[in-house]
């Protein structure tokens, strides 16, 4: 076994990775005496509480007792999805994916790339050492490097052109990527298994659903499904262009945005100030928000994701030409964060 770790702590490390019903029984725990144990089922309701507020649970635990963490993380996600809020689930699945690439990365005995290719093959990503299939140049680019069937891939790769495979070394069938992007791919395929885990478990969710009281969960439904209304007047915190404060009224008003419009607001509250989960927060009342694709697509503007490369505010030529220009180029200014600036010098003048 290519993990440094007992299978004991590898399944509370990643709780997800079988995806069976008969999970928890084959930990010697069945579901009706899980549900059974007060003191289980409340830190299996930490356990959700903690994953919605994207904290990464003390892996410690894992480590004093294996069995009953990840028990409580398999239980946490029937109570996520027993509240029946397609985005708390969202989250959850989200946030479970991203403290799984922090452990690949932080826990001895998982960071070896043997044992993250081994963990691949469980989670269905065909993957391998890249030196058993490239050799020279391609080996000196990447630092550890991993083979990624086509198949698999393009399965997981996110929507965007960095991970376009005409963009990445290919050897008879095979994607070569950094350990990084290794990594991120199995984030996905980790996020896919645990809504897996759900669609194939319905009856234990149904009845985790009439077993629980999830009115001790009022407060955390409310805060993570419900989709924030945007303020008038509380968008950027200064004077913002006729065409920005047009989109912005349309995501208050839940509409679907096109792609370019999205990209210009994202670029602008970047340059304003705005962090990555603002951002992600606004974009929540979209029709169809995906909150790991707006996420990843968020940080690829801000350059902290991809390619590394921080965008630019399109000018107000190519706002105008892209027909998101309320005013046909009468604001007097050539690019839209240059509004604020230019309303203060008049005011002061």
């Not at 509370?12 to 079988?18: E, K, Q, R």
């Not at 708390?88 to 960071?111: C, H, M």
């Not at 086509?150 to 052109?161: E, G, I, V």
């Amino acid at each position: 076994m290519a993990c440094n770790v007992s299978l004991g702590e590898l399944a509370c490390f990643f709780p997800f990775l079988d995806k069976s019903a008969a999970y928890l029984s084959r930990r010697g725990l069945l579901l009706d005496a899980v549900l059974a144990d007060g003191a289980l089922v409340e830190k299996a309701l930490e356990r959700l509480r903690t994953s919605l507020e994207r904290r990464l649970p003390n892996p410690r635990q894992c480590l004093d007792a294996p069995d009953a963490t990840a028990a409580a993380a398999r239980l946490a996600l029937y109570i996520a999805a027993a509240t029946k809020n397609p985005h708390v689930l969202r989250r959850f699945a989200d946030s479970e994916s991203k403290n799984f690439t922090a452990l690949l990365r932080k826990v001895p005995g998982i960071q070896d790339p043997r044992c993250k290719i081994e963990l691949a093959r469980d989670l269905g990503v065909n993957a391998r050492p890249a030196g058993e299939v490239a050799a020279g140049i391609i080996m000196a680019v990447y630092n550890s490097p991993v083979a990624v069937r086509w198949t698999s891939y393009l399965r997981y790769a996110p929507q965007d052109p960095y991970w376009a495979m005409i963009n990445r070394p290919v050897v008879r069938g095979w994607v070569i990527v950094p350990m990084e992007d290794f990594e991120r791919l199995l984030e996905e395929s980790y996020e896919e298994r645990i809504l897996q885990i759900v669609r194939e478990n319905e009856l234990a969710v149904g009845k985790v659903a009439m077993s629980i009281d999830l009115t001790q969960l009022e407060d955390v439904i409310k805060r993570y499904s419900q989709r924030p209304v945007l303020q008038a007047g509380q968008a950027t915190g200064g004077a913002d262009p006729p065409c920005m404060e047009a989109i912005l009224a349309a995501l208050k008003k839940g509409e679907n945005l096109p792609h370019t419009a999205r990209f210009a607001i994202t670029t602008y509250l970047i340059k304003r100030g705005w962090d990555v989960e603002q951002i992600v927060e606004l974009f929540r009342a979209s029709p169809d928000f995906n909150e790991k694709i707006t996420r990843y697509q968020v940080m690829h503007i801000a350059g902290q994701a991809g390619g590394r490369k921080e965008y630019a505010v399109p000018s107000c030529e190519t706002m105008n030409s892209w027909g998101l220009c309320p005013t046909n180029l009468r604001c007097g200014v050539k690019n839209p964060l240059q509004y604020g600036r230019r309303l203060a010098v008049k005011k002061s003048s």
